[in-house]
């Protein structure tokens, strides 16, 4: 069996901008972090399959993975990651959930893509969006991309929630965009001191609700937007939907989880959220969504231990301790990589599989998403 398949191999087939096999999906999703401890610090929780590419880091102009950044003129080198997620537990275990689309969106103008879920529950339909949009620079970034997004679907839902974090004083959503559709909304903004200076210097969190009253109804509205730092916060709330057959009350919290070296740190972030949603009270179903920051685990170099580390050091000449010369490193061999990925010299299990994407993009001037 080849050596395992390094951080330096990767960067070099997901910045290529060719489509990702499965298999390759599979390999990045098999070293996510959160997938490895969601049994231990949040209990009961599940999470559709994941069958995208990762969300993180992106290109902001053209969407394709990049996997470094400059800072005070070093190249630093991020691991790719599922970092934009949506996931779910039952308070009530006679409660039959049907999911229907878990994806993500290709959408560009900052360094994560946008994850969907579609789920019904009983005679409801429930659509939940995050997006991590940055700093939402306007020339840069069009959010009514993402109504243009659905528009092309041909499908919403009873009620649509969207999360957005790193959000600033720049871009409050502008929630008119979505009135030919929805006729009722709430806007969930944190109300802290912490949340006021997050939203100052970008991340800030957002959270928008959606729904048609003559469809649904919405009632007993919960909430607890609080922010642990001026960069991380998680917004939880909670209601009751019901129509002419049925009533649930569902209960979310919209988190911006840290990155950081420090695991127990990002595990009690999480543990944290979720113990605050219970606290909301008893719902039939929970949800726990936004930029959780997982990343896939890699080694450095074939015969290394998997890393979980924020910085890589692409500057360095001297390579790292353990690291052995191999043909995989080339930069000129992504379609090699691509071939061979997998078990020894075993070509590609099926074939690529393209994301979503949009039939036209809008005019940004003509639908304005910020205010």
């Known amino acids: 069996m080849r050596p395992k398949i390094t951080f330096y191999e990767i960067k070099d087939i997901l910045e290529s901008g060719f489509p990702l096999s499965d298999n390759i999906i599979s390999y990045l999703v098999n070293r996510d972090v959160l997938l490895g401890v969601i049994d231990n610090i949040l209990p009961n929780y599940r999470e559709s399959k994941i069958m995208f590419e990762p969300t993180y880091k992106r290109d902001c102009q053209t969407g394709i993975m990049k996997l470094e950044k400059n800072k005070k003129f070093k190249r630093i080198g ?9 996931l779910y537990k039952l308070g009530n275990p006679s409660l039959n959930i049907k999911e229907h689309i878990y994806d993500s969106i290709k ?10 879920y579609f789920c019904r529950l009983h005679s409801f339909s429930i659509g939940i969006v995050t997006w991590n949009i940055g700093s939402a620079d306007k020339n840069n970034i069009c959010p009514a991309k993402l109504l243009k997004y659905f528009e092309d679907l041909g499908e919403y839902t009873d ?3 969207i999360g957005f ?28 001191i912490k949340s006021y200076f997050g939203h100052l210097i970008g991340y800030g969190l957002e959270t928008c609700i959606f729904w048609d009253d003559s469809v649904v109804q919405i009632d007993e509205l919960k ?45 009690d972030f999480i543990k944290n959220a979720s113990q605050k949603l219970d606290n909301l009270g008893v719902s039939d179903i929970y949800f726990i969504f936004g930029d959780l920051n997982s990343r896939s685990k890699l080694p450095l170099c074939s015969n290394c231990l998997d890393l979980h580390i924020k910085n890589i050091y692409l500057n360095h000449k001297i390579p790292p301790i353990g690291y052995i010369e191999n043909k995989y490193l080339s930069r000129k061999v992504p379609n090699e990589m691509r071939n061979n990925i997998g078990n020894n010299k075993t070509l590609l299990l099926s074939p690529t599989r ?17 205010l």
């Open 107 to 116: 959408l560009t103008g900052n360094d994560h893509f946008p994850v969907l």
């Open 165 to 192: 974090q790193e959000a600033s004083i720049y871009s409050i959503p502008c929630l008119d965009i979505w009135k030919n559709i929805y006729n009722k909304r709430i806007h969930i903004s944190g109300t802290n």
């Open 159 to 161: 009620i649509l929630v």
């Open 354 to 370: 393209p994301l979503p994407k949009l039939k036209k993009s809008p005019n940004p001037s003509s639908k304005q998403f910020f």
């Open 78 to 86: 991020r691991l790719p990651g599922y970092a934009d997620r949506i």
């Open 223 to 267: 909430q607890d937007s609080s922010n642990e730092s001026f960069t991380k916060a998680s917004h939880c709330f909670s209601f009751r939907i019901k129509n002419n057959r049925h009533e649930l009350v569902c209960s979310f919290a919209n988190i911006h989880a840290p990155f950081t070296d420090n695991k127990n740190k990002y595990y």
